[in-house]
């Protein structure tokens, strides 16, 4: 009886600590959609949120898929999917290196037709959490639409062995566009 005490804590603390985690990433999605509520049917591009020097984890595309799901359930916001901004930059036979600055994610962001676009960047601040400064940005005319800070619980630890061995993907801090005539 002991055992199945200790397999239902276990259990327990696995399904709570999930819970938290997600539940940062829907609190930074509340947040960053108070800036852009008044804005029904605004089409927004989610791109991924790198570390400060650049590389992009699991954590980095956990917190985009998790951030582009949570604003999709909002019905004043069309988020365009990751897989079809990856199809239209194909179709179009760009290149992209690299994450995106200001001036060239606004310019991303009007070719793919976004009204605005999501960005930021993560850090870790201990084993277990992360800080992640994001903010919405308006394509038309560069203004910051909402913005937020927040610490969020990691639950990609398993991957931290990758990031230390820098394997992990490096990218420049800028997209570079070719269009191919």
Same mark, same amino acid.
């Given at each position: 009886m002991n055992t199945i005490k200790k397999y239902s804590f276990f259990i327990a603390v696995v399904f709570f600590t999930n819970f938290l985690n997600a539940s940062d990433i829907k609190n930074l999605a509340e947040e960053l959609s108070q800036g852009i509520n008044d804005k029904t049917g605004i089409k927004l591009a989610v791109f991924s949120f790198p570390y400060? $020097?650049?590389? &992009?984890? +699991?954590?980095?595309?956990?917190?985009?898929?998790? =951030?582009?799901?949570?604003?999709?359930?909002?019905?004043?916001? $069309? /988020?365009?999917? *990751?897989? @079809?901004?990856? #199809? @239209? @930059?194909?179709? #179009?036979?760009?290149?992209?290196?690299g994450l995106i600055d200001d001036t #060239?994610?606004?310019?991303?962001?009007? =070719? @793919?037709?976004? !009204?605005?676009? /999501?960005?930021?960047?993560?850090? !870790? +601040?201990? !084993?277990? #959490?992360? *800080? &992640?400064?994001?903010? /919405?940005i308006e394509v038309r005319t560069g203004k910051v639409l909402s913005s937020s800070i927040m610490e969020i619980e990691r639950s990609w630890e398993e991957y931290k062995a990758k990031v230390e061995d820098k394997n992990i993907k490096k990218e420049t801090p800028r997209i570079i566009f070719e269009i191919s005539p």
């Open positions: 400060y $020097d650049g590389s &992009v984890s +699991i954590g980095s595309i956990k917190i985009q898929e998790e =951030l582009t799901s949570y604003l999709a359930k909002n019905k004043n916001i $069309d /988020v365009l999917e *990751r897989t @079809l901004i990856s #199809k @239209l @930059l194909e179709e #179009k036979k760009m290149q992209m290196s #060239k994610g606004l310019e991303f962001g009007k =070719l @793919l037709g976004a !009204d605005a676009i /999501v960005t930021g960047i993560i850090e !870790d +601040i201990s !084993d277990n #959490k992360c *800080r &992640v400064n994001s903010r /919405v």
